[in-house]
């Protein structure tokens, strides 16, 4: 969120390059990490005094922009709760840390006192996570009291730096029976809603969430609602292989359509034909360009982009544009010795003594990338490295990546993700963003152009 001084607001769990996502400043942005437990010591208890000082501070002092306007200094305050600042953990060995507050998980230990959470450091945490020497504290993204609690700490900033900002309340609750439950604690009557919901794991309980949201909101007098579901469930279910099997992908988009929604924004879908399946605008980003960023300084002479399999070779085609124009294309043709059995095939295109980049939409299993990359190294590449917009990470995934041959793994984040060994992630908010304000008639900056097809 930009304001006058202008500062951005980033509720982001791992620390992200201000400079990249905001190339239009240059090298020239303070950036300033606060805790969450900084701002909110206890339930309902909100002190900004902190970023309120910095940002005084950094209005002081004047910058000039490559257009030539004369600006306050940006800043970037990001609000951490996952990073690799070790303030709150003054030991060794740990790698990420969680930075909820205390009084989060006193919450959700009296909500469940057969199953504390673990302490690292002296410090209640949300899930622990070994790997090689270190070990990673990660929040409870999970639960909704710590959602509900982190949704509050949100509204309350949004509230404290800007007047016209509305970030809606939300109470989402299951009841003993399992129903779930939702109240809408801010008037919304002749404002542009947008919902975000991904339809990830566990997928049936989110499109739920998301269909009664809708609901919610047009109930309560929205002027237009705007579905934002970054990660579209049921996008491999968009046909048929048997007359006796529902078109699951059609069915969520008719329940979409249904809650309420008016419009919808979706990103990098497995079937674009998933577009047709509405009745109403579809906004289909893609990830591409923010993917492309962690590649950067890719040499198109060095580089060979690669499709995973034919359904691919478009999003290739898109990413070598961005990341290494000029780069030869490479696909890796799968083989089906069984009904039952996918593995990777011939190898069609210049791959020896040069590193592959493989591009897909989603890694589930890993399966598809882990074979196709020892096809590739089998056909003489140097290495392999592979990105995606969706990181779904079915139970296994992770070790199975961890084991493979590829050397970096980089997704997005449409579905929580926390960075983890080979796996890298990159922010999709600064796509949706824009999109966002495109639809509500906002002035887009000039390098949406280059982020947005």
Not at 28 to 55: C, K, M, Q, T, Y
Not at 71 to 78: G, M
Request: hydrophobic letters at 45%.
């Amino acid at each position: 969120v930009r304001t006058p001084v202008p500062a951005i607001y980033q509720f982001l769990d791992i620390g992200t390059d201000f400079q990249q996502l905001y190339p239009e400043y240059g090298p020239i942005g303070a950036v300033h990490f606060v805790f969450w437990e900084e701002i909110n010591p206890a339930p309902g208890v909100f002190d900004f005094s902190l970023p309120d000082r910095r940002l005084r501070e950094e209005a002081k002092l004047t910058v000039t922009l490559r257009s030539g306007e004369v600006v306050s200094k940006p800043v970037v305050i990001q609000v951490a709760f996952f990073t690799a600042q070790n303030k709150l953990f003054p030991c060794d060995g740990v790698w990420y840390y969680d930075g909820t507050p205390q009084w989060v998980y006193n919450q959700i230990d009296a909500e469940n006192p057969g199953n504390p959470r673990p302490k690292v450091c002296g410090r209640k945490v949300g899930y622990v996570i070994t790997g090689c020497d270190r070990k990673a504290v990660v929040p409870m993204y999970d639960n909704p009291t710590w959602r509900s609690a982190h949704s509050a700490m949100v509204a309350a900033f949004g509230a404290h730096y800007r007047d016209n900002l509305q970030v809606a309340s939300v109470a989402i609750n299951t009841g003993l029976d399992g129903e779930t439950q939702i109240v809408l604690h801010e008037d919304v009557r002749g404002r542009d809603v947008f919902v975000f919901q991904p339809s990830s794991p566990p997928v049936n309980q989110h499109l739920l969430e998301l269909l009664l949201l809708l609901d919610a909101v047009r109930r309560s007098g929205a002027n237009r609602r705007i579905a934002v579901i970054p990660y579209y469930g049921y996008a491999r279910q968009e046909r048929r292989a048997t007359p006796q099997e529902p078109i699951s992908a059609r069915l969520v988009a008719d329940l979409v359509t249904a809650a309420g929604a008016d419009q919808v924004i979706v990103m990098d879908l497995t079937a674009p034909a998933i577009e047709g399946f509405f009745d109403l605008p579809v906004e289909h980003l893609h990830a591409a360009a923010v993917l492309a960023t962690a590649f950067a300084g890719a040499e198109s002479d060095k580089v060979t982009i690669v499709a995973p399999d034919i359904g691919a070779v478009k999003r290739a085609e898109a990413f070598q544009r961005l990341a290494a124009p000029g780069a030869p294309l490479a696909v890796v043709l799968k083989e089906r010795p069984r009904p039952d059995e996918v593995r990777a095939g011939q190898v069609v295109g210049e791959v020896r003594g040069r590193q592959a980049i493989l591009v897909d939409d989603m890694i589930s299993t890993g399966g598809t990338l882990i074979r196709a990359a020892e096809a590739l190294l089998a056909r003489g590449a140097r290495s392999v490295s592979a990105c995606a917009t969706h990181a779904v990470l079915v139970p296994g995934a992770r070790e199975a990546l961890a084991a493979s041959p590829l050397e970096r793994i980089v997704v997005g984040d449409t579905i929580p993700v926390w960075p983890d060994g080979k796996i890298e992630v990159v922010s999709v908010a600064p796509l949706l963003a824009e999109a966002i304000a495109r639809i509500h008639g906002q002035p887009i900056p000039a390098r949406a152009l280059a982020t947005l097809p």
